[in-house]
């Protein structure tokens, strides 16, 4: 049993970076992010933790220095939002070739221009190709335990890649909720410490890091990486069940909710999801048969696990806080991807809502199953939630 | 103080640091700079390299001519590279991870220096870091073919700013590397030449014992794109500090000292000659941009001794 703790998903994650209490930690500031290392920042100035902290001058540096600190044989961690997430993305791309398990939390806002500083998800969406293990969060207890979970899924020898853990910027980094801590002495004995097998600084074991690899080679380079991306699933599951012992909550690639017997299901990522539920409350006291599919894990996307549970759902409807300009939205092209291969395909429609931060309500997400169940559906093109008429 | 001979042994014996079988240029300084730098320190060296000559010519997958821990992230964050591993070592040491004591050292070319890693070069400078930067100076983006940057010099010839029929090269003077990283009140600064090995193990000994972070500006003659014949790299290195081109100097605690003065200050011309990018000056109608240069060099050599004599601190 751990202490419930009335705080924020941006203090959920410091919490979690206390408690893991890494060798180094780099940051940049930028909203909605600021928080976490302003928190974590005290931490160090109090002497909680033992981390040696850096506050570059740019996010480009926070994970350059990161990679430098996490190729030295340090556990490093950095977190970033929006901007911050642009202009480190050379060195975001860079960091899975090299095989460093960093982890870093991504407070989700919207990428400019138009300048904004509220959530959506065109900040993760712009980097998922690059080889980053992505985990999502419904809220802050979800950011606390997906941080601790994916220190262990990203150092796994088998892996050995980094990883992103999302919360929506403001509604779930700005807001408080009750947050169950666990037992320090607990949690730090489930992270461990890094092995530091492949340390620069094992001067002993001289290596170089990161040389010039060409078309002879780094055909090979990429492929090792696609394997070690494709081991996350069975360690995610062991690491998973390991976390269960201490929380008593499970941790599965993606969460079902009232999805059994359902006419119709939304897909939705992180925040939202839990406005879909009391959607799917309201809406079952009604009678009608509907329900939520919330993918957690997105990176590696687990495509067959996912097609077994949707299966037998006549309509699904995807939920995509961001979009790709001139093509399907990213959960959206997910979805039809891993539905193709059934015999009998869902009938599918793609909405793209809260852009920018904009809200979305219960009764938002209502309608779209009331048009689900019963209207005109287009799986070919995008409708939108809440905007503008 | 070790003799030429002693340095010369600890960068080709069983411990040296940067070993045979890189593809550098025949004639390439760097080979000789890097291992003379590395050779200067007494403890284990780990080295992060910036994309660039170096990094291309030292480790072509499979192999590697590092004989230290070696790495190379990007190009233009080696200064913040060397920050995290700094990081990381006064951590892993404070937490008893680690024992050995090691010096840091990042290097980069000019235009890794200059121009695109300048911001994490300033900022790494700014924290405080215990590391040495050092940057191979061959005065343009080399290992891509001569483009400008902000090292290449007034009336150079580069491939994005060419000599032409309206055009003498390049028309604005370079960044003083050396007065902006003395300007960030670190312990150690200096300039130096590939050509005096003897004067380059010194400050880079110096820039490894500094209490904090050291820069070395260190001038490399680009034998493919200076295009001069590989046996003149140290005669045209020499050149540039017997013309005061590049004076040896060093920012000691903010007090300058310059560690070469020419008795007889040899014209630019001496310099100049022989070298493609410079050839369009010997033109009659640029006759006055080596007028000018000349003017420049003198003038800034001027004002150098002056801010020596004064002993004021940077």
Redo the contacts between chains.
């Keep these: 049993m751990g202490i419930r703790k009335p705080i924020t998903g941006a203090q959920a994650a410091a919490e979690a970076m206390r408690q893991i209490n890494p060798d180094v930690v780099v940051a940049y500031p930028i909203t909605p992010q600021t928080p976490i290392v302003e928190e974590f920042a005290k931490y160090v100035a109090d002497g909680v933790v033992d981390t040696e902290m850096v506050a570059v001058e740019s996010e480009h540096s926070a994970m350059s220095a990161t990679v430098g600190a996490e190729t030295a044989g340090a556990r490093a961690m950095s977190a970033t939002s929006s901007q911050g997430l642009a202009l480190m993305w050379e060195i975001v791309a860079a960091t899975p070739g090299l095989r460093l398990p960093i982890v870093m939390s991504l407070v989700n806002r919207t990428l400019s221009a138009p300048i904004n500083i509220h959530c959506d998800h065109s900040d993760v969406m712009g980097v998922t190709t690059v080889g980053w293990i992505q985990i999502f969060s419904e809220n802050a207890q979800e950011v606390y335990e997906n941080t601790l979970l994916a220190v262990r899924v990203a150092e796994d020898e088998r892996v050995q890649l980094p990883a992103m853990v999302n919360q929506d910027g403001f509604i779930t980094s700005h807001a408080v909720e009750p947050v169950e801590i666990f037992d320090d002495a607990v949690v730090r004995k489930f992270v461990g410490v890094r092995s530091l097998e492949r340390a620069l600084l094992d001067v002993k074991q001289v290596k170089s890091v990161g040389p010039l690899v060409l078309p002879d080679y780094l055909f090979e380079f990429k492929r090792a990486q696609e394997e070690a991306m494709g081991k996350v699933f069975e360690v995610y599951r062991e690491v998973g069940t390991e976390l269960s012992a201490i929380t008593g909550r499970q941790y599965p690639f993606f969460e079902t909710y009232q999805t059994e017997d359902a006419e119709a299901v939304i897909v939705v990522l992180n925040s939202a999801a839990g406005t879909a539920k009391a959607a799917i409350d309201t809406m079952r006291a009604q009678g009608k048969k509907v329900g939520l599919l919330k993918p957690i894990l997105f990176r590696p996307f687990p495509y067959a696990e996912i097609r077994d549970a949707l299966k037998d759902v006549p309509v699904i409807g995807v939920l995509d806080r961001s979009m790709d300009f001139g093509a399907s939205a990213p959960v959206y092209s997910e979805l039809r991807n891993a539905l193709w291969a059934l015999e009998k395909r869902p009938a599918m429609q793609s909405y793209i809502y809260g852009l920018g931060g904009r809200d979305i309500m219960a009764t938002d997400i209502e309608a779209a199953f009331e048009e689900l169940l019963g209207g005109t559906l287009d799986s070919e093109h995008q409708r939108y939630i809440g905007l503008r008429g | 103080m070790p003799t030429l001979q002693e340095i010369a042994l600890k960068t080709s014996g069983a411990d040296a640091r940067l070993v045979s079988g890189h593809r550098m240029c025949s004639g390439c300084g760097i080979g000789s700079l890097v291992k003379t730098i590395l050779a200067a320190s007494d403890k284990?060296v780990?080295v992060?390299s910036a994309t660039g000559c170096l990094?291309?010519v030292t480790?072509?997958?499979?192999f590697?001519a590092?004989?230290?821990?070696?790495?190379?992230?990007?190009f233009?964050?080696a200064a913040?590279?060397?920050?995290?591993?700094e990081?990381?070592?006064?951590?892993?040491k404070?937490?008893g991870?680690?024992s050995?004591d090691?010096n840091i050292l990042a290097i980069g070319g000019d235009g890794g220096t200059y121009d695109i890693g300048f911001?994490?070069l300033?900022?790494?400078l700014?924290?405080g870091h215990k590391f040495m930067y050092v940057v191979y100076d061959n005065e343009a983006y080399m290992n891509t073919g001569n483009q400008r940057s902000g090292a290449t010099p007034f009336g150079a010839s580069t491939t994005t700013v060419p000599a032409g029929k309206v055009s003498f090269g390049k028309p604005q003077w370079r960044k003083n590397l050396v007065e902006i990283a003395a300007a960030h009140r670190i312990p150690y600064v200096a300039q130096a030449a590939v050509n005096n090995t003897m004067d380059l193990y010194k400050k880079a000994q110096k820039g490894f014992n500094a209490d904090g972070p050291s820069v070395l500006a260190v001038l490399q003659p680009c034998t493919t794109n200076w295009s001069f014949d590989p046996s003149l790299t140290m005669q045209y290195s020499r050149l540039a500090v017997e013309t005061n081109f590049w004076p040896l100097y060093e920012v000691e605690n903010g007090v300058v000292h310059i560690n070469v003065k020419p008795s007889n200050r040899k014209p630019i011309e001496d310099f100049l000659k022989g070298q493609t990018r410079f050839r369009h000056l010997f033109k009659p109608e640029n006759a006055h941009v080596i007028v000018e240069m000349q003017k420049m060099i003198d003038e800034e050599w001027a004002r150098l001794l002056k801010i020596e004599e004064s002993g004021i601190q940077f």
Excluded: C, F
């Design positions: 284990p780990v992060v990094e291309v480790t072509i997958y499979p590697t590092w004989n230290t821990p070696w790495m190379h992230l990007t233009e964050n913040s590279v060397a920050s995290g591993i990081a990381a070592y006064k951590s892993l404070r937490r991870k680690i050995d090691v911001q994490a300033s900022g790494a700014e924290r």
